[in-house]
C-alpha cells in the first residue's frame, strides 16, 4: 500500500523555482552528489547559490518525499521519486478537472 503524502509538504517544495531546477536535473540524470547539482546550476542554469542554500533546497524537497538519499562512502546521492507529485496530481488536482458538457 502507498504512503500517503502530506499535501502541504509536496506544494511547497514545489512552489520555489529553484527546487523546480533541481527536481528538472534529477529528472535528466537521477542520483547526483551535492557537488554535481551545484555545478550544473552555476554552469548551465546561471543560478549563484551557496551549496549550504542548495543542501536546504534538497532537505525540503527529501523531507515532502520527492527526493530520495543513498549514501556511498562519504557521499550523498540524490535521487527523483516521483510519487509524491504523482499522488498528489492523482488525488488533489483531478478534482478541478473540467468536465466535458454533453
Given at each position: 500500500?502507498?504512503?500517503?503524502?502530506?499535501?502541504?509538504?509536496?506544494?511547497?517544495?514545489?512552489?520555489?523555482?529553484?527546487?523546480?531546477?533541481?527536481?528538472?536535473?534529477?529528472?535528466?540524470?537521477?542520483?547526483?552528489?551535492?557537488?554535481?547539482?551545484?555545478?550544473?546550476?552555476?554552469?548551465?542554469?546561471?543560478?549563484?547559490?551557496?551549496?549550504?542554500?542548495?543542501?536546504?533546497?534538497?532537505?525540503?524537497?527529501?523531507?515532502?518525499?520527492?527526493?530520495?538519499?543513498?549514501?556511498?562512502g562519504r557521499t550523498k546521492f540524490h535521487f527523483l521519486d516521483p510519487a509524491p507529485i504523482r499522488q498528489v496530481g492523482e488525488c488533489?488536482?483531478?478534482?478541478?478537472?473540467?468536465?466535458?458538457?454533453?
Amino acid at each position: 500500500m502507498p504512503q500517503i503524502v502530506d499535501v502541504d509538504l509536496v506544494l511547497r517544495a514545489l512552489a520555489d523555482p529553484i527546487r523546480r531546477l533541481i527536481l528538472d536535473l534529477l529528472l535528466d540524470r537521477n542520483g547526483q552528489s551535492l557537488f554535481d547539482i551545484c555545478g550544473q546550476l552555476s554552469e548551465n542554469h546561471n543560478v549563484s547559490l551557496s551549496r549550504q542554500a542548495i543542501s536546504k533546497h534538497l532537505n525540503v524537497l527529501e523531507a515532502a518525499g520527492i527526493v530520495a538519499v543513498q549514501w556511498h562512502g562519504r557521499t550523498k546521492f540524490h535521487f527523483l521519486d516521483p510519487a509524491p507529485i504523482r499522488q498528489v496530481g492523482e488525488c488533489w488536482f483531478k478534482k478541478f478537472e473540467i468536465q466535458d458538457s454533453k
